[in-house]
């Protein structure tokens, strides 16, 4: 065992992320303990009528393929597609087969976490957790799904039924109503293709929809009581409802709206750290930005590189239980000093992985895993592209599950992958389908 791979490590929530970072640390030696707020694990895949952000009917919108952890495939008898109640019964299983529930404190919520410097007389420093525990290392998988985030409106005076996508269950109350649904993201998407099956009509604002042309292709792909609109900028008390026109005009409607549902995203949200340890602009945050420029990879925070990381915030991840592994792995590889940290507080901030991106990402990260990158690199054009077989297979099933959403974005989830292994020791391509 090398030197350090018994440092204390606190791990703040045991969702998807928190398992795999529990898993691999203890696997390294190290002591781990995952605090959990709620007395469950599995978080965002932990179902509740009234808390949350699932409703009855989610399925994943990645395919089963590319969500798992390595070594832990989910159950062959699965859809690509599976019901929540799946996922969460897959991470059930991971904690299960590697004992993960003897380090889960549940029913513990971090209420603070404050970096102590080390000391005179060999004190240690480190993350104290709650006033009461101090560990070497804290690594912050809270998720980011939790706080909903409403649009800035020039004008709200609608009293009718609103609600955020994570309040929404199900369509029933939206039966033979007119819905305004605001954001054209996935919550957006799926929201429209559920409740456009019951309701009247349903009005889907998205900022790109003021444009005549992907207003077009928007509703030749939905069904006819789906009517895209542009952003929306405000809401009279009448139900009628003001969005962006194609020239950037401000446009009021000519029909009213009975309901509306902001499936505008999320806060990104770390309450346990105080405003003075200038970690981040606020508690509470809407602007990625403000998040993203205090880490580098979106993973080490500058301020603390060597001892504070965060899991899961990459935007558009290609299977983010894989991911948060990769990043568990470059965590680890600074924690034992395979790789120093030293320099990396001044080093630019990434981009939000998007697409291109995310898979020099997963590269980068197992380069550090690996120790095999002599410096940090400043942009994704400097890690070196060679895809390894699984990172190279998840990229093909990722962009053709992201062409499947644009191209049919009511009926991708009825598509069934399948890998065709072309068992040749690793070197050779690995083969996927797709069945109808
Ligand atoms: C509606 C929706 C659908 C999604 N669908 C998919 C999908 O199909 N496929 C996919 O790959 N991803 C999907 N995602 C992304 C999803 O967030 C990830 O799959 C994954 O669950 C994130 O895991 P996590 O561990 O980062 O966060 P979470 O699952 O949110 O877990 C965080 C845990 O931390 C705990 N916690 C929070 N604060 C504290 C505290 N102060 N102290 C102690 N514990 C705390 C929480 O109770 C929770 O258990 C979806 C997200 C949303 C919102
Ligand atoms: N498994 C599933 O099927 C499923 C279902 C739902 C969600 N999810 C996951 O949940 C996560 C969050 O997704 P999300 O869709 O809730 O959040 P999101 O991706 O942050 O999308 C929010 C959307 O709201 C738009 N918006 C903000 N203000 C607006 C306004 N005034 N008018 C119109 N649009 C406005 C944003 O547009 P701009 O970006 O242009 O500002 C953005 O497209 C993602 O990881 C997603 O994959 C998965």
């Known amino acids: 065992m090398c030197q350090g791979d018994s440092k204390r490590v606190a791990v703040i929530g045991a969702g998807a992320g928190g398992l795999v970072a529990a898993k691999l640390l203890r696997d390294e030696g190290f002591r781990v303990k995952v605090f959990e707020a709620t007395d469950k694990i599995g978080g965002l895949w932990v179902y509740s009528d009234t808390r949350g952000a699932l409703y009855k009917s989610l399925r994943t919108n990645l395919p089963k393929q590319i969500m798992a952890y390595s070594d832990f495939p989910f159950s062959p008898s699965l859809p690509s597609f599976m019901n929540h109640q799946d996922v969460l019964r897959y991470l059930h299983s991971y904690a299960e087969r590697f004992n993960l529930h003897?380090?889960?404190?549940?029913?513990?919520?971090?209420?603070?976490?404050?970096?102590?410097?080390?000391?005179?007389?060999?004190?240690?420093?480190?993350?104290?957790?709650?006033?009461?525990?101090?560990?070497?290392?804290?690594?912050?998988?809270?998720?980011?799904?939790?706080?909903?985030?409403?649009?800035?409106?020039?004008?709200?005076?609608?009293?009718?039924?609103?609600?955020?996508?994570?309040?929404?269950?199900?369509?029933?109350?939206?039966?033979?109503?007119?819905?305004?649904?605001?954001?054209?993201?996935?919550?957006?998407?799926?929201?429209?293709?559920?409740?456009?099956s019951v309701a009247k009509m349903v009005v889907w604002s998205g900022t790109s929809f003021s444009d005549p042309d992907t207003a077009a292709t928007v509703r030749s792909k939905l069904p006819p009581n789906v009517k895209p609109v542009g952003r929306l900028e405000g809401l009279e008390s009448d139900g009628r409802y003001l969005v962006k026109g194609a020239a950037n005009e401000l446009v009021t409607s000519d029909g009213t709206i009975d309901a509306v549902i902001y499936a505008t995203g999320y806060k990104y949200d770390f309450p346990f750290f105080s405003e003075s340890s200038g970690l981040f602009p606020s508690r509470t945050m809407n602007r990625p930005e403000s998040v993203r420029d205090a880490l580098y990879v979106h993973l080490f925070h500058?301020?603390?590189?060597?001892?504070?990381?965060?899991?899961?915030?990459?935007?558009?991840?290609?299977?983010?239980?894989?991911?948060?592994?990769?990043?568990?792995?470059?965590?680890?590889?600074?924690?034992?000093?395979?790789?120093?940290?030293?320099?990396?507080?001044?080093?630019?901030?990434?981009?939000?992985?998007?697409?291109?991106?995310?898979?020099?990402?997963?590269?980068?990260?197992?380069?550090?895993?690996?120790?095999?990158?002599?410096?940090?690199?400043?942009?994704?054009?400097?890690?070196?592209?060679?895809?390894?077989?699984?990172?190279?297979?998840?990229?093909?099933?990722?962009?053709?599950t992201i062409a499947a959403i644009a191209s049919m974005p009511d009926r991708y989830k009825e598509r069934e992958y399948r890998i065709i292994d072309e068992c040749d020791g690793g070197g050779g391509e690995i083969k996927w389908e797709v069945v109808e």
């Open 302 to 400: 500058r301020k603390h590189p060597s001892t504070l990381f965060f899991l899961g915030l990459p935007a558009l991840a290609p299977g983010i239980f894989k991911v948060m592994e990769h990043q568990t792995k470059a965590i680890i590889a600074v924690l034992k000093g395979t790789v120093s940290t030293e320099g990396l507080a001044s080093l630019p901030s990434f981009p939000w992985v998007m697409l291109e991106a995310a898979f020099p990402y997963c590269v980068l990260l197992d380069a550090l895993a690996a120790g095999t990158h002599d410096a940090f690199p400043h942009d994704y054009q400097q890690v070196t592209v060679k895809l390894p077989r699984d990172i190279d297979l998840r990229m093909q099933v990722f962009r053709d």
């Open 102 to 196: 003897e380090v889960i404190a549940l029913s513990t919520p971090v209420r603070s976490a404050e970096y102590v410097s080390a000391h005179g007389d060999g004190a240690r420093g480190g993350w104290l957790i709650n006033g009461e525990e101090l560990f070497e290392a804290l690594v912050v998988a809270n998720g980011h799904y939790n706080v909903p985030n409403y649009p800035q409106l020039i004008k709200n005076d609608f009293s009718g039924f609103a609600i955020h996508s994570k309040e929404y269950r199900s369509p029933s109350p939206f039966a033979n109503q007119r819905v305004l649904i605001v954001g054209g993201g996935p919550s957006g998407l799926d929201l429209v293709s559920e409740i456009a």
